[in-house]
């Protein structure tokens, strides 16, 4: 894996930290690395071709 460093708004954090508390996620980096494989999924690998 390598490393990022993003900005995020606090209000993104707080609910990240929420579903840390809640415990949804082992912690935020494995949330956002959830989010960010369910985007690329839908995304990305999600598209068909027409044709």
């Known amino acids: ?3 990022i460093t ?3 708004p606090e ?3 707080e609910a990240l930290n929420q579903l ?3 415990k ?3 912690n935020r980096a494995e949330a956002i690395r959830v989010a960010i494989r369910d985007l690329i ?8 071709t027409v044709g």
Not at 41 to 48: H, I, L, N
């Open 20 to 22: 840390v508390t809640e």
């Open 41 to 48: 999924s839908d995304e990305v690998w999600g598209r068909k």
């Open 11 to 13: 209000p993104y954090i």
């Open 1 to 3: 894996m390598k490393l």
């Open 6 to 8: 993003l900005y995020l």
């Open 24 to 26: 949804y996620y082992p």
